[in-house]
């Protein structure tokens, strides 16, 4: 950061940041989830870019973006495993926030406020992309699908979660996480933007995306966690696509 | 700014040493920092103390390299027999009998001198080019920023972390520093600790011997020797500690009679107060607590160094986990996994010992009648009697890879 940024709007970011990364405040759902979703984004990238976890800065040399990056939630252990990281957000808010507590941690990443179709025209290329829980908030879904598979290079790997379209997922996320629970603040999710797996399949295909996997995020409400599950994709779920080298 | 390790593991003891080989596994670094001289902990002299390693203890400490060093030195425990007795009575008729036949897995457990253990430890920590060894000096003053912690050290010199871990015993100060406050309380009795050495064989036969004062417990050392526990009340053990070596060993003797033929003192003769000590947390941001910080038990069952062997194998494990996530391993809601994973069981170990000692360190006849009949159902009934079993070599509930002799 230079010095002709206002201490005022530092303070104001800070004080964001924190909200941003505090386990128990307003983003607790997306803290309770991350483990799950850091484990299949991890083992995914591993499998596919033959990697080994239990080494250090196994991601080193693999250029990744994080599209939807709002806090960096998933931007810094991606950079914290060594990878070469973008976190773009078209919230130009959370670009400051995400960045100053990038600081914090001693983590470089790449934070721009800008979109999957600009990153296109700029040129830019990944070896990953991943597109978690935004796709559900975009106006054009097939256009989005298009624009990241143009950001993958050849043999690239695209991650892509969302929540389903059915009555258990309405029960779930809105009435369940937005109106009972309190996690969402209401009105963060419209229901016929939700997705069937089968319905994302298909727009990865259209894009030119091979789906090579697809598993489930399932919350147990008497352990209290997230797991991956390999046939449950009733609520939230997963993909993992591949761009034909 | 870049932290200069990973993790500091604050106490170089038992617990500490084998908590930085076993996070060194996992490629962290790490620094050890000790008050005591390296001199100390190489000491080749018998001081008299010895571990009843669980099976799943011994697997942990396979898993990190050590075991191989302290097998040659290690008496397995084959069978437990657990009787009720007065001074200068005998053991009760109704007793229990643990044998290792009954287990799949092996002997019970093992007993390992505590000079063992040390240098096995020290020599493989050495031998380490992850772990920096600082001996000699203690922990100053620590301070928590956003990206790590800094631990202030007595020889001026100040160093980094993205965590502090106290292994530095009940009193710790890692867990005061944190404001960690503490429940428990005294039990009155104090342990007198011993080796003996003996005429007859033990046959790798360890026994309790639940007295009116508080239980004796005699554990079989390799050779005719074995490690003596003894809880008394405070005021009687301070009589008996006083006592010469032969007026010691005249008290000891009629409490469990002659099995073992003529009694003698090998190395020192020790004491320690007993108590329950609880941290009421365990965790902090960027700080945790593990062994005797976070909870003394009473030693009744054995529990103690076993108890932070756990503690160690479900750290390294929430730790590593953490690390391959690519998460922050200080952050308070990847701790608060291990505070999760470890607070059951040590509750219901401080609450069992606690019972059981309250249960047997009792002379009122009711009591007597009630716990005989109980060791003599849990005998008469195979089932729960290899529940015990397996409970005793800490082979059940969920338990860390490393426990289970297994990487993470």
């Not at chain 1, 994080?66 to 990878?83: K, N």
């Not at chain 2, 009787?83 to 457990?109: F, K, Q, T, V, Y």
């Amino acid at each position: 950061m230079t010095s002709t940024v206002d201490p005022a709007e530092v303070a104001k970011f800070e004080a964001m940041a924190a909200e941003w990364w505090d386990p128990t405040g307003k983003f607790k759902p997306l803290h309770m989830m991350n483990p799950c979703r850091l484990d299949y984004i991890t083992s995914q990238i591993a499998a596919e870019f033959g990697r080994d976890l239990t080494k250090r800065h196994a991601f080193a040399g693999l250029r990744i973006l994080d599209i939807g990056c709002g806090g960096g939630l998933l931007s810094e252990p991606m950079a914290r495993l060594g990878a070469d990281v973008v976190g773009a957000d078209a919230a130009a808010g959370n670009i400051p926030v995400a960045q100053i507590h990038a600081d914090q941690s001693g983590l470089n990443v790449d934070y721009r406020n800008t979109t999957a179709e600009a990153l296109v025209e700029a040129g830019e290329v990944f070896d990953v992309v991943l597109n978690m829980e935004v796709i559900e908030h975009v106006a054009d879904p097939q256009a989005f699908m298009t624009a990241s598979q143009q950001l993958l290079k050849p043999g690239g790997l695209l991650l892509c979660s969302t929540i389903n379209r059915n009555p258990k997922s309405y029960m779930a996320v809105i009435v369940g996480a937005e109106y009972v629970m309190r996690w969402l603040p209401k009105g963060t999710h419209e229901w016929n933007k939700f997705i069937t797996p089968s319905e994302l399949i298909e727009l990865l295909k259209t894009a030119g995306l091979d789906t090579v996997d697809s598993k489930g995020f399932v919350f147990n409400p008497v352990s209290w966690n997230w797991s991956i599950s390999d046939r449950d994709l009733s609520v939230n779920y997963v993909t993992a696509s591949v761009k034909p080298a | 700014m870049a932290n200069e390790f990973d993790i500091i593991v604050a106490g170089g003891g038992l617990n500490g040493s084998a908590l930085a080989l076993a996070l060194a596994q996992s490629e962290f670094s790490v620094a050890l920092i000790d008050p005591l001289e390296d001199q100390v902990i190489t000491a080749d002299s018998f001081d008299g103390r010895g571990y009843a390693l669980a099976v799943a203890s011994q697997s942990l400490l396979n898993a990190i390299g050590i075991w191989e060093q302290v097998a040659t030195n290690a008496q397995p425990i084959l069978e437990v027999v657990v009787s009720d007795g007065r001074a200068g009575e005998g053991a009760s008729p109704l007793i229990l009998e643990l044998d290792h036949a009954e287990l799949e897995e092996g002997p019970m457990g093992f007993m390992v001198e505590d000079r063992y253990l040390r240098q096995a430890l020290h020599q493989s920590i050495a031998d380490n080019s992850l772990i920096r060894s600082m001996r000699g000096v203690r922990v100053q003053s620590q301070s928590i920023a956003s990206d790590g912690v800094s631990v202030l050290l007595s020889s001026g010199k100040s160093i980094t972390a993205g965590l502090l871990i106290g292994c530095d015993g009940r009193n710790t100060q890692i867990g005061e520093g944190a404001n960690i406050k503490r429940e428990g309380w005294s039990y009155g009795q104090t342990a007198l600790v011993c080796a003996i050495s003996h005429e007859r064989p033990h046959n790798g036969i360890a026994h309790q011997f639940f007295m009116p004062h508080g239980p004796l417990a005699i554990l079989p050392l390799p050779g005719n020797r074995s490690s003596i526990v003894w809880s008394e009340t405070t005021a009687q053990a301070e009589r008996i500690h006083a006592l010469s070596d032969a007026e010691y060993i005249a008290e000891l003797k009629p409490r469990f009679g002659d099995f073992l033929g003529e009694i003698g003192l090998c190395g020192q003769r020790a004491t320690y107060p007993l108590g329950l000590s609880l941290a009421q947390n365990t965790v902090a941001e960027r700080l945790v607590l593990v062994g005797d910080a976070a909870h003394v038990v009473h030693p009744i069952t054995g529990q103690g160094l076993n108890s932070g062997l756990k503690d160690i194998a479900a750290l390294t494990e929430v730790l590593t986990l953490a690390m391959r996530r690519g998460e922050d391993i200080g952050r308070i809601d990847v701790l608060e996994r291990y505070r999760k994973w470890r607070s059951f069981d040590v509750s219901t170990t401080a609450l069992a010992t606690d019972t059981f000692n309250r249960v047997f360190s009792n002379d009122n006849p009711t009591i007597r009648l009630g716990r005989d009949l109980g060791l003599g159902l849990v005998n008469a009934l195979p089932g729960l009697r290899r529940g015990l079993i397996r409970e005793a070599a800490g082979l059940t509930g969920d338990l860390p890879k490393l426990l289970q002799g297994r990487p993470i």
